[in-house]
Every structure is written in structure tokens, then in C-alpha cells.
């Protein structure tokens, strides 16, 4: 039921910033984490951030503490992850996700970083 598209993507070079956006669907009343995930070429998905509900829990991956930055607004239904000093082994694609009890993902968006 919930429908989560992401956008901002692009490509930058090593040292640069983007910003990542997912415009959240869904009903009202209904609360769950928000995060971002990204799969490199030819490793695993990975969690990169996670933020709860009301904002007071995030968690980060260690290879992304101190230059991404994760938000959301649930007023307007969205969740954002601020990306700065970008490296090279950033470069993935990066999915939106919503722990719902089953799970909810974006199709992906692109993100790549030239060194």
C-alpha cells in the first residue's frame, strides 16, 4: 500500500554533495521507520541510514557518519538524506525504504561518484 518514489540523483565528482528526496505514499495514521538503503555494482544491499518516526533515533553506517545527514517531514510526506564529501565508493544505487510489516521499497535511484 505505501508507494515510495526517490529522486535526486546524479553523478559528481569525489568531494562534492548531493541530495537524495523520496516522496512517501500512504494512508493516514500509519507510523513506521524510513530509511535509505544502496546497492553497489556487484556487492549487497546495504543500510545507509535510518530514522524513526519522530526523528529522536537514527542510525548511520559507519562508512557514512559525519557526511550524510538523514531527515524527514511528515507533514509533507517526505525523507531525505543529505549526502557531502562524497567518495568514490558511494557510488550505488540508492533505494528508499519504509519498515512497514512488509516492507516497502522505492525503484531505486542512481548515485555515482567519479575520483
Avoid at 494512508?27 to 518516526?53: F, H, M, N, Q
Avoid at 557531502?84 to 531505486?108: F, H, M, S, V
Amino acid at each position: 500500500q505505501v508507494q515510495l518514489v526517490e529522486s535526486g540523483g546524479g553523478s559528481v565528482q569525489a568531494g562534492e554533495s548531493l541530495r537524495l528526496s523520496c516522496a512517501v505514499s500512504d494512508r493516514p495514521g500509519r507510523v513506521y521507520d524510513l530509511g535509505w538503503y544502496r546497492r553497489a555494482p556487484g556487492k549487497e544491499r546495504e543500510v545507509v541510514a535510518i530514522i524513526s518516526w519522530t526523528g529522536d533515533r537514527i542510525i548511520y553506517a559507519d562508512s557514512v557518519k559525519g557526511r550524510f545527514t538523514v531527515s524527514r517531514d511528515n507533514t509533507k510526506k517526505t525523507v531525505t538524506l543529505q549526502m557531502n564529501r562524497l567518495k568514490a565508493e558511494d557510488t550505488a544505487i540508492y533505494y528508499c525504504y519504509a519498515d512497514t510489516q512488509q516492507g516497502a521499497w522505492g525503484p531505486g535511484i542512481q548515485v555515482t561518484v567519479s575520483s
